[in-house]
């Protein structure tokens, strides 16, 4: 049962530079998300999408672009990287219901110079 | 702005003495809450969730929650070495779907 799937996990990029990283999620759920964490920061959710079909802004969405392809896999892209999107980017999912948890995939560590 | 308080710490215990995490959030509507603990380069995992108020139990761990002073604990029994993580608040994000609002993190030790 391999959860959340995220892809890839190291990446380094120059400033400029564009990128898509992927999220897949084999437990049915709903709801899948994107954040980034940074030191001292926490997590800040990116983008989110609720349901399939349907994306919405988070807290911090200037700079990149989401895709919710089907009910599994939601991508999240960097059109033009730039040195403060350097950071770890995590997606998640939950079923939706009620208060539900989210699951987390393994993290991207994205520096860009 | 809705936020989320910790004590980054670090929150030193010896091993076997109790843990105590704190988190304060200013969302009023906040229903849903949860503690997730986060090893150094790895993922957060979610530990416990609480919706009412009182406490709740899951073996070592307790959690805590008051909604009319806006605050939410994690005690942690008989802590172990294992236990050393960063231990991240979440409060539900009212009206959100789902969303969750993160505090910065808790840094606990435990020694030897």
């Known amino acids: 049962n391999a959860g959340v799937t995220q892809t890839p996990k190291f990446q380094v990029l120059k400033t400029g530079q564009s990128m898509t990283l992927q999220c897949a999620q084999d437990m049915n759920h709903n709801s899948m998300y994107w954040y980034r964490q940074d030191p001292g920061m926490g997590l800040r959710l990116i983008y989110y999408s609720a349901s399939e079909g349907t994306t919405d802004k988070g807290e911090v969405p200037n700079g990149y672009n989401v895709s919710r392809l089907n009910k599994r896999e939601f991508s999240l892209r960097l059109e033009s990287a730039a040195p403060s999107q350097t950071s770890v980017y995590f997606c998640?999912?939950?079923?939706?219901?009620?208060?539900?948890?989210?699951?987390f995939g393994n993290g991207t560590r994205l520096t860009v110079t | 702005q809705k936020e989320v308080e910790q004590n980054s710490g670090p929150l030193s215990v010896p091993e076997g003495a109790i843990a105590s995490l704190n988190c304060t959030y200013s969302?009023?509507?906040?229903?849903?809450f949860f503690w997730y603990r986060q090893y150094s380069g790895k993922s957060p995992e979610l530990i416990m969730f609480?919706?009412?108020?009182g406490d709740k139990e899951d073996g070592r761990f307790t959690a805590q929650l008051n909604k009319a002073s806006q605050y939410v604990s994690l005690l942690i029994r008989d802590s172990q070495p294992s236990d050393s993580a960063t231990y991240l608040c979440?409060?539900?994000?009212?009206?959100?779907?789902?969303?969750?609002?993160f505090g910065t993190g808790t840094q606990l030790k435990v020694e030897l």
């Open positions: 609480i919706y009412s108020n």
């Open positions: 979440a409060v539900g994000v009212t009206g959100g779907g789902n969303k969750l609002t």
């Open positions: 969302d009023r509507g906040s229903q849903s």
């Open positions: 998640a999912s939950t079923d939706g219901q009620g208060e539900s948890p989210l699951h």
